[in-house]
């Protein structure tokens, strides 16, 4: 890059106003180089800022999120703090886990078996300890590692829980006083057990299977033998308490979007071609290397184009021969495209009669066949992974429960009368009378109130959030953080800049991961300007 461009104004573009686009615009704004007046502007393909966070409005009123929900930890958080400096933390509205988690779990089998809460304790307990082994061990391999790898197996999260569940199930069967006192305890709650078709250990099995359920959602991956084990226990949160907006995720982005100067961001600009400068094509006639094509025909150019679209788009567009990048990127940063995991994960909220008793609706958990038993009659295919179905505060009707992978994916397929009607079989098969708002009922006359994500379907996202898959490591989301070309190819530098949730090599798949990939695309241009002065 010339000299006098250097110490002229960089003209800097950010694609996508989610919470990474953001960060890194108010980074550069609030940095002392902004003395050189950047000039920026963020490409927003959508009518509205936020990305892949999304605050909503149920028909009740009461707010929801249909994209991120949870500040992952307090303590250090940089989303708590504007959240805290905003007055975002406490709502107007009744909003979605205002009082926090749901309540301790009713876990139900199909068919209404109810499993005892120290039966079901036992086995959730022992799912978090396992985990909790991973975690403890960050950047080392657990223990039972090089235990799985000489059984065969490939390092993956699932085999090694798995593991775990039939080492705890062996131990037991050596101690018959346990397992009479737990067969005692199941038999207390459901006399007629023995015509259920249900056993101790199917139902030791199916608690073990909704935790590895949730872990689908908190993880997006389609099957937890799809993570890999070691860069499984790199991730992190912050210390201290999980919580939830008062007045949305969404006030967060907006806090962020509001210290930006006026005409910032532009919307409805969907970027369909960015092209670079590489050995082959010199700069554009402008003297900037980076022209950006626009779906409505708009063009711009840049020294620096700051790319935060998600893994899902980038495997999609630029894996594919229609290419998003020309010249293609180059085959170290594409490989890591490809073998990176993303996957799908999508909230349904569904609005039900209150109780007929007037009490607080349960957090129900459900044990479902085997698919080799299953009948679609009973349960829809696309709810047989569900693991619960809770309120979104202790007072409210709506309900909200979580989908990932190909049930997501089914779901979003659906219209809201089939959502309906499927939640509705799913509470009868296991034997809970609530109904559905709106199925048959005057109350609601016939309307039917339902919301849910539909993150996969969306063309600008194509999917929720990433995951370490199998076959791939930490080192390749330093490789898709990392700008093309790099500072020792030949051509201008730092033309191409990578932020967003896979980018960020140990908080992944959160928006903190987001925020701080964004401020680090920001600060990798201000060093560099400040070593080129």
Request: contains cysteine.
């Amino acid at each position: 890059m010339e000299l006098k461009k250097l110490c002229g104004k960089p003209r800097v573009i950010v694609i996508g106003a989610g919470i990474s686009g953001l960060s890194a615009a108010r980074r550069l704004y609030s940095s002392p180089a902004a003395a050189r007046d950047w000039q920026i502007t963020v490409l927003e393909a959508s009518d509205r800022i936020g990305g892949r966070i999304f605050t909503s409005q149920f028909d009740t009123g009461e707010q929801i999120e249909i994209g991120a929900t949870w500040i992952h930890g307090v303590e250090g958080s940089p989303i708590f703090d504007i959240a805290e400096k905003s007055g975002a933390l406490h709502g107007d509205v009744p909003f979605e886990c205002m009082d926090g988690f749901p309540e301790p779990p009713i876990v139900k089998a199909q068919g209404g078996v109810t499993v005892h809460s120290t039966i079901a304790h036992d086995v959730a307990s022992l799912y978090r300890q396992l985990v909790d082994d991973v975690n403890d061990r960050r950047g080392e391999p657990p223990e039972v590692t090089a235990e799985t790898l000489e059984h065969g197996d490939s390092g993956n999260l699932g085999s090694y829980l798995r593991r775990g569940f039939e080492s705890f199930l062996g131990k037991q069967a050596a101690t018959p006083a346990g397992v009479n006192a737990a067969e005692l305890l199941l038999k207390q709650d459901n006399p007629s057990i023995a015509s259920s078709g249900w056993n101790l250990r199917a139902l030791q099995e199916g608690v073990f299977t909704i935790q590895e359920n949730w872990e689908r959602c908190v993880t997006a991956a389609e099957s937890l033998h799809d993570l890999d084990l070691l860069a499984f226990n790199e991730y992190w949160e912050f210390p201290g308490e999980q919580i939830t907006i008062g007045k949305g995720f969404s006030s967060v982005v907006q806090a962020l979007a509001k210290s930006l100067p006026p005409d910032t961001i532009r919307f409805h600009k969907k970027v369909d071609k960015v092209v670079w400068t590489d050995v082959a094509r010199t700069s554009a006639s402008s003297g900037y290397p980076v022209q950006l094509h626009c779906e409505d025909g708009s063009t711009f150019e840049a020294d620096h184009v700051i790319v935060t679209v998600s893994l899902g788009v980038l495997k999609a567009k630029a894996l594919e021969e229609q290419q998003l990048f020309q010249p293609r990127l180059p085959d170290w940063k594409l490989d890591s495209i490809e073998k990176l995991g993303f996957g799908v994960v999508d909230k349904l909220f569904v609005l039900v009669e209150p109780p007929p008793d007037g009490s607080q609706h349960p957090n129900l958990q459900f044990i479902h066949k085997s698919q080799a038993d299953a009948d679609e009659d009973e349960v829809p295919r696309w709810m047989r992974k569900t693991h619960s179905l809770y309120p979104i505060h202790k007072k409210s009707n709506v309900l909200v429960a979580w989908f990932a992978g190909a049930e997501a994916k089914e779901m979003e397929k659906l219209s809201d009368e089939e959502i309906a009607r499927g939640v509705q079989k799913t509470l009868a098969a296991f034997g809970d009378k609530r109904r559905v708002a709106g199925l048959g009922s005057q109350r609601h006359s016939g309307k039917v109130h339902v919301a849910h994500g539909c993150w996969n379907r969306n063309p600008l996202f194509l999917g929720s959030y990433s995951y370490v898959a199998v076959g791939s490591n930490g080192d390749d989301i330093d490789h898709l953080a990392a700008p093309v070309p790099r500072l020792s190819d030949s051509g201008p530098p730092l033309q191409l800049l990578f932020a967003g949730e896979a980018t960020h090599r140990d908080q992944y798949s959160t928006t903190h991961g987001a925020y701080f990939s964004g401020q680090r695309e920001a600060d990798r241009l201000i060093q560099h300007y400040k070593f080129a002065s």
